[in-house]
């Protein structure tokens, strides 16, 4: 996921080719080594194996200021040095379509949509370059064990402008996870107001549904009943530039969590950040509480989580960024007694030069400590690679 998320990541470079309007296709290719400590993601009995990756990817479409059409796909393929019964021509595969439309100065159309298909599920709960859209407070961050599953995401969106100092913004995203008998599905509408009430502060207003629905099926029908829940929270909030550099923002409000066979649960929706931008980089760091699904793990998960991140450009070929993150989930309307919190701990680290305009180098570095009750299962992935992507308008 990190060779696909990277060589996708090349392909949005924007570069002078795609300053102008035109299609556009943008053939990549992404090869790898990387030596990975816990293969299998097991708390115990860990191994570990040197992979060769192998990501071709070819992104085409159309790209212009009011009008924006793209679709990509890419597959990885993966040779394991000492579990050869792992090697395989289609270890993942990923695709995406973005689309944007600008009819009005004040009127924006937006629709991102995703497939991956994957052997290993807990790539999408992790965060992604290739899955922009999804934002890193929006991931659980979750270690599951290897089985084939199947990520679907729907994400139409609308955005107003009322007058120049108020816009609304509605949100509706489908999101599935398919795997292990385990079926999960999440609607999410979200109605956003912000106002600028000085050239300094701006308000915020946002609404919140959320809906929850897993199935099981073969040996887990009988011992994982399905569940189905409702979520509803507002929140109020603000954002506050200092100065030029420094900027932070906070949302909070009450949410309401109904499920099938429970109590309603109260509970708070929030998120905070504090961003720094300075001469070479970005930094920034941040705090939410919400609700998420992810792969491998039936219902919805209350989720805490810590998340910073550094970005630094020391010269325009070299770009380096660190995100450490601490993520906190618990299953909702089960007892901690039988559903213990799990606690995830990760570094995601990386090194990229531009050695031509169409080749860089790589290297990578993600670290994952999930720890739940008296289960540690620890993971270090250290990826080296060369990425190619080259974009090439046709007309």
């Not at 601490?326 to 990760?346: C, D, H, L, M, R």
């Amino acid at each position: 996921m990190i060779a696909v998320g990277l060589s996708i990541g090349l392909l949005e470079r924007p570069g002078c080719a795609l300053a102008q309007a035109g299609y556009y296709v943008t053939p990549a290719f992404s090869l790898s080594e990387s030596y990975d400590d816990n293969v299998f993601l097991t708390s115990s009995n860990r191994q570990d194996d040197f992979i060769s990756r192998f990501t071709p990817a070819l992104k085409a479409g159309y790209r212009s200021a009011p009008f924006t059409l793209l679709g990509g796909y890419s597959f990885r393929s993966a040779v394991y040095a000492e579990h050869p019964l792992l090697n395989t021509a289609v270890e993942s595969q990923l695709g995406s379509l973005e689309l944007a439309y600008r009819p009005t100065e004040i009127l924006t159309l937006g629709l991102d949509g995703a497939y991956s298909r994957t052997s290993i599920p807990s790539e999408l709960n992790q965060p992604s370059p290739a899955l922009p859209f999804i934002p890193v407070q929006a991931t659980t961050g979750i270690l599951t064990a290897r089985v084939t599953t199947d990520f679907y995401s729907l994400t139409p969106s609308i955005a107003y402008s009322f007058d120049v100092l108020t816009r609304g913004k509605a949100i509706f995203s489908y999101v599935v996870f398919e795997g292990g008998g385990i079926s999960t599905t999440t609607q999410n509408v979200t109605l956003q107001l912000d106002r600028d009430l000085t050239p300094r502060d701006t308000a915020l207003l946002k609404t919140y549904y959320r809906h929850f629905e897993t199935t099981t099926s073969g040996s887990l029908a009988s011992s994982l009943p399905s569940t189905s829940s409702d979520s509803y929270a507002g929140t109020a909030g603000w954002r506050h530039r200092f100065t030029a550099q420094l900027d932070a923002s906070v949302e909070a409000g009450p949410r309401v969590t109904e499920g099938t066979g429970s109590p309603s649960r109260v509970d708070a929706e929030t998120v905070a950040t504090v961003s720094w931008h300075f001469e070479l980089g970005t930094a920034s760091l941040g705090y939410t509480r919400t609700e998420l699904t992810a792969a491998g793990v039936g219902g919805a998960l209350r989720s805490d989580s810590v998340f910073a991140s550094v970005t630094v450009d020391p010269s325009r070929f070299l770009h380096l960024s660190v995100t450490p993150r601490w993520v906190q989930n618990t299953q909702e309307g089960t007892a901690a007694s039988t559903t213990p919190t799990t606690t995830i701990y990760a570094v995601d680290a990386s090194a990229t030069y531009q050695l031509t305009r169409w080749l860089s180098a790589r290297l990578a570095y993600f670290y994952a400590s999930e720890q739940a009750g008296r289960l540690d299962i620890p993971h270090s992935l250290v990826t080296i690679g060369l990425d190619f992507g080259y974009p090439e308008r046709v007309y």
